[in-house]
């Protein structure tokens, strides 16, 4: 099962380059993921500490629902035959939403990384143009790492609906990219079907009150 770890509430600004678009946010606590997903845990052969990668999101919210069960908690999706998902605010194992995946990341930190690049992510300029094991860079301030670099991360929110439609958000950069995409703030979009081989996610899970 995943290593967790509990964060503190507060609040934190999201931002988008395109639009312009600055938003605040405020998060109650809850739990996210010490790692990206890894292939062993995803059940995937080989490689078994490396990130679960060419995952969908809807292979991710999946996997979300077969983690709860598996650990004998309700749900927190509930996805219908034609693959809608929707929210059933059970404390079920879920993806992070785009605020909590932000505030995570930074740690307190307000600047574009929450330290130098090449000492914690996997990116172009270092990886050697290939997946690494989780945790072989250096953490942020709250005990999580690869939140920058190696694979980007699947979050629940919508994109821009009224532009993209269904597009997901995906954080956090990869493997593949140049320094620019590997920060705390870039926002990058993708089909909810969509699978490529830098693309991956973290858990979450709501903390019952």
Same mark, same amino acid.
């Given at each position: ?7 503190? =509430? ?18 109650? $606590?809850?739990e ?8 062993? #845990? ?5 490689? =078994? ?31 219908d ?20 995946? #932000? ?64 597009? %997901? ?9 140049e ?5 705390? $703030? ?15 996610? %973290?858990?979450?899970r709501?903390?019952?009150?």
């Amino acid at each position: 099962m995943p290593e967790m770890i509990t964060l503190p =509430a507060g609040v934190v600004q999201l931002s988008d380059r395109r639009t312009q678009r600055r938003w605040q946010v405020a998060l109650t $606590s809850y739990e996210i993921g010490v790692f990206p997903i890894t292939r062993a #845990e995803y059940g995937l052969a080989g490689d =078994a500490r490396r990130p679960a990668e060419s995952v969908s999101w809807l292979d991710a919210v999946a996997y979300c629902n077969t983690l709860s069960i598996a650990e004998g908690l309700p749900e927190a999706y509930k996805i219908d035959a034609d693959s809608a998902v929707t929210v059933t605010g059970e404390p079920g194992y879920r993806l992070p939403t785009e605020a909590e995946w #932000e505030y995570a990341c930074r740690a307190g930190t307000d600047g574009p990384r929450y330290g130098p690049l090449d000492e914690i992510a996997w990116y172009r300029g270092n990886s050697g143009e290939r997946l690494h094991d989780v945790g072989g860079k250096r953490p942020n301030a709250w005990g999580l790492y690869d939140m920058l670099g190696n694979v980007w991360n699947w979050c629940w929110d919508l994109y821009d609906p009224e532009v993209y439609g269904g597009y %997901r958000v995906l954080r956090g950069g990869g493997w593949f990219d140049e320094h620019w995409s590997c920060r705390a $703030s870039v926002r990058r979009r993708s089909h909810p079907t969509f699978r490529v081989d830098d693309v991956g996610f %973290r858990v979450a899970r709501s903390i019952s009150p």
